[in-house]
T-cell receptor, first 114, second 112 residues
Framework: NAGVMQNPRHLVRRRGQEARLRCSPM?????VYWYRQLPEEGLKFMVY????????ESGMPKERFSAEFPKEGPSILRIQQVVRGDSAAYFC????????????FGPGTRLTVT | AQSVTQPDIHITVSEGASLELRCNYS??????LFWYVQSPGQGLQLLLK??????LVQGIKGFEAEFKRSQSSFNLRKPSVHWSDAAEYFC??????????FGTGTRLQVFP
């Protein structure tokens, strides 16, 4: 049973470009969470999605960031017009029920903005 | 607002020594509490969790943690540390909604 998969593992973008981060949850999981980890900091919640629905996006920056979890395919975290401050590790987690802590984390995507 | 404090940024222990990593939380009701471990360049792995019941919980890799409501603490312990335990450890709190609130982490270094 494959775990949570994220790709790419490393992504380099120039300022102003778009970054697309993908997350495939564990089989049978319909809940996806995105977290961001800035250097030397803990993880910060960004958004929680179920299939085709955004449940909680209270941690998402108001501009340039968006997320989706379509009926078919992976969840996508999209960052438009990236800036240096977006450089971070972005982790996806999945669960099959919305009980915190029953979340299984992927290996993360490390975004570097040059 | 919920918050988690891990007062020790960096801890160094000798292999075979005992370990205790501190975690304090702020939350109005009984929280859900977790410890995760992150190896360099990797994602997070759940070590153990507390939802209710026995306040001493056992986890994987020989770790345990004790929930102390009076001290708002959930400290992680291991009686004898192995070199492979060197990693970053995160304490987290959750409620009955969705998100986890993480502490800033404690980096554990193990000397042979």
């Amino acid at each position: 049973n494959a775990g949570v998969m994220q790709n790419p593992r490393h992504l380099v973008r120039r300022r102003g470009q778009e970054a697309r981060l993908r997350c495939s949850p564990m089989k049978g999981h319909s809940h996806v969470y995105w977290y961001r980890q800035l250097p030397e900091e803990g993880l910060k919640f960004m958004v929680y999605l179920q299939k085709e629905n955004i449940i909680d996006e209270s941690g998402m920056p108001k501009e340039r960031f968006s997320a989706e979890f379509p009926k078919e395919g992976p969840s996508i975290l999209r960052i438009q017009q990236v800036v240096r401050g977006d450089s971070a590790a972005y982790f996806c987690a999945s669960s099959f029920r919305d009980i915190p802590g029953e979340q299984y984390f992927g290996p993360g995507t490390r975004l570097t903005v040059t | 607002a919920q918050s988690v404090t891990q007062p020790d940024i960096h801890i160094t222990v000798s292999e075979g020594a005992s370990l205790e990593l501190r975690c304090n939380y702020s939350y109005g009701a009984t929280p859900y509490l977790f410890w995760y471990v992150q190896s360099p360049g990797q994602g997070l792995q759940l070590l153990l969790k507390y939802f209710s019941g026995d306040t001493l919980v056992q986890g994987i890799k020989g770790f345990e943690a004790e929930f102390k409501r009076s001290q708002s603490s959930f400290n992680l312990r291991k009686p004898s540390v192995h070199w492979s335990d060197a990693a970053e450890y995160f304490c987290a709190v959750g409620d009955n909604t969705d998100k986890l609130i993480f502490g800033t982490g404690t980096r554990l270094q193990v000397f042979p």
